[in-house]
């Protein structure tokens, strides 16, 4: 009896692993949604989040971990778009869904409540989301977000640019969060790590925003830093005149 070829008895498995490694990715790709990541809160947190006496601490619980889960829910909070009625929905272009799975919800809208806010909440909303911008895949946003953040600082955001400057690989998006995390830093009411941030600040802005603090600081190590630091910028000013 004729012995078949090492190379013969091979070719059917080949050809079988070729189609599982076809298959996987679409296998993947049509997994169910109970193997998915989740994309929402969990709705403990939903409800604290509608609730007045419990909103502030909620959010900033969700700023220092960082769920970006928690990003479509705020941003319908800040824009007007949030309603409670029997369940929390989200007002999406017109059509109201469920604020924790998405689904079309089907409701008289006079029979819900807006989830109002007053204007102290909407800034600190408006510094949450952009903190939580810090983690999405687009690095232009990234940047505007970490702008954004330097422009209203806040130290309730400052664990999550800590976090995002750890991961970041943009060049140019992580140089923008580290000036982000010293702006923060800056008011920290740690003095190791107000003099720590000092270091982080230079240029025109920087020079501002050192003589700032230069003008309430109380820690005489921290003072001699931002005094040099601010002579240091004038320097490199006059240097480049």
Sequence with gaps: MRSVPSAERRRPLL?????????????????????????????????????PESRDETIVALVEAADVHALPVLQALLEGNLYVGQTVLVDREGTL???????PAQVDRDQLEQVTINNRLRRTLERAVAALRL?????SERLAAARV???????????AVEKAVALEKDAKVKEALRATAAILALNSPDPARRQAAVGELHGARGKRLLVQRLETEQD?????????????????????A
């Design 15 to 51: 050809a079988l692993l070729v189609l599982l490694t076809a298959v996987a990715p679409r296998a993947a790709e049509t997994a169910p949604p109970e193997s998915r990541p989740p994309t929402s809160i969990d709705a403990a947190t939903l409800d604290r989040l509608v609730r």
């Design 135 to 139: 983690f999405s895949p687009s690095s």
């Design 97 to 103: 869904q469920d604020a924790l799975t998405g689904a």
């Design 149 to 159: 953040l330097q422009e209203d600082p806040a130290p309730e955001v400052l664990p």
């Design 220 to 240: 005489p190590a921290v003072r001699t830093a931002l005094q040099e630091a601010v002579r240091s910028v004038d320097l490199a000013q006059q240097r480049a």
